[in-house]
């Protein structure tokens, strides 16, 4: 099992800046591939990053690459996620997501997801 819990998201004006974590319980978190998803309002689910748990690469949508950066640290059961220069179309609830399998991250099929953080870009 594993719990997830985002937190950092926020207000900000475009063109700044915001770092979402995520914090991540279980005994197997680092045999886990972790990403971000968000949802804006009247829209589906969608896929912004991943990162492999073997490899530690990385992957990104194309509206956030070059902009956003998904980063880990195993020892402290912590995934984040870096956005810059954004833009009022990031406006979204972000989601955090674990599983077991890659593929099932990349699908947005994974087992575990969190509660979710608001970010809102003001334009």
């Known amino acids: 099992q594993v719990q997830l819990v985002e937190s950092g998201g926020g207000l900000v004006q475009a063109g700044g800046s915001l770092r979402l974590s995520c914090a991540a319980s279980g005994r197997t978190f680092s045999t886990y591939a972790m990403g971000w998803f968000r949802q804006a309002p009247g829209k589906e689910r969608e896929f912004v990053a991943r990162?492999?748990?073997?490899?530690?690469?990385?992957y990104y949508a194309d509206s956030v690459k070059g902009r956003f950066t998904m980063s880990r640290d195993n020892a402290k059961k912590m995934v984040y996620l870096q956005m810059s220069s954004l833009k009022a179309e990031d406006t979204a609830v972000y989601y955090c997501t674990a599983d077991g399998s890659s593929r099932s991250v990349a699908a947005g099929t994974s087992d575990y997801w969190g509660q979710g953080t608001q970010v809102t870009v003001s334009s």
């Open positions: 990162i492999n748990w073997i490899t530690g690469r990385t």
